[in-house]
């Protein structure tokens, strides 16, 4: 009788090839999802006649005539193409994306920097037929934009809810990089909330989904066949993907097209302030538990902030009940809101919870800017900061819509070097403390605390924010 020895190679082998049926089970299956909704993903080309003019500083294509055949065939294939000018004087230049369907009578989605500046836009459908396409209307602030084409019974995708995907589920993309129309790539959710720089309101879904130029506008799905995002961005070094993919929460996507729909143009809250991150040391000058929440660094006058009480120096943990914990988070939700709604906020100001009433306003299409002025004066002091200050005149109070502050005269050696200080830099507050003249300025740096984080807000050119320090004993 064979020992149980002899068996051992066969058992390992028949474990081997469980395992490897485990794994194949638990690994999704996208075939059906791409069958169905492959036909509502388009290609999006676009065409931009540019004056003349523009081509002065263009480079121009070598002459290739006179080369042997071969030398000549390699440098066309090679050199990359430059643009065509048609009769007239007027280049063509083209770009390329991809979009995807959300009604039968031709409405499509896609990003506003896919069609930004065209003279014409040109969908392409999954059975090769093109349409040209009108322009309803774009968000650069969303990057979103909704075409219109004339159809009946177009395939259309199914919409999904982004705010019900979870980090580490399957997602998958359909587009054109780089021109290869309904090309497929999967992978799952980095992310969610994600904010990028300059994007204030759109909170990103990070995937690390391959997408490449091409990708760009096209639809995100979730295993359900449903799109939960449009694919955006992608962060790289090389020009290619890098495992670092954005895509617009398909939610904020409808209420922008949506509105552009109804009206053209788009509209959401705004509460009027400046804020920054919260750190460990801000959190610890402030009284807080835990680095959370959004810091007012600015409140602009008049706007909806500022008539609901909201104060420099405040720290906002929630709106309406949804906890802010990274400042990001707060830009996010107000932008979500209409304008006219009304908005709780709970705030800690001065070391004490508090709950505020306000209404909030809408953001002006082109922003707000705050003036600025160089700082001057004539009276001096001197601390132990290492810095000089001088009192604010009534102009600057004026321009600046300032109620207090000091200008920084002299940096001298002293923790205001460490810290980054400059001659010019206004200083409204100091340890939680307004600052409204030079006296109280020293009467409030000669008590400053030792070995524990101080807080100063300072304005620099228009723009406040709060930094921290230490005194060392």
Known sequence: ????????????????LSQSLMVRAEL???TDLVEQASPAVVNISTRQNLPERALTSQPSMPDLEGLPPMLREFFERNLPQMPRTPPGGQREEQSLGSGFIISADGYVLTNNHVVANADEIIVRLSDRSELQAKLIGADPRTDVALLKVEGKGLPTVKLGKSEDLKVGAW???????FGFDHSVTAGIVSAKGRSLPNENYVPFIQTDVAINPGNSGGPLFNLDGEVVGINSQIFTRSGGFMGLSFAIPITVAMDVANQLKSGGKVSRGWLGVVIQEVNKDLAESF???RPAGALVAQVLEGGPADQGGLRVGDVILSLDGKSIIMSADLPHLVGGLKPGAKASLDVVREGSRKKLQLTIGALPEDGVNVPGSDAAGAERS???LGVSVVELTDAQKKSLDLKGGVVIKEV?????????????DIITHLNNQAIDSVNTFSQ??????????????VLREDRASFITFKLAE
């Open 444 to 457: 409030v740096a000669r008590k400053l605390p030792r070995n524990r984080s101080v807080s100063m807000r």
């Open 382 to 384: 001197s601390n132990r």
């Open 412 to 424: 001298l050696n002293g923790p205001a070097a460490l810290i980054g200080l400059r001659p010019g």
């Open 28 to 30: 999704p299956d996208f």
């Open 1 to 16: 009788m064979p020992s149980l020895k002899s068996y051992l190679p066969t058992l390992a082998a028949l474990a081997l």
């Open 287 to 289: 009284g807080l538990e």
């Open 171 to 177: 997602v998958l993309a359909i587009g054109s990089p």
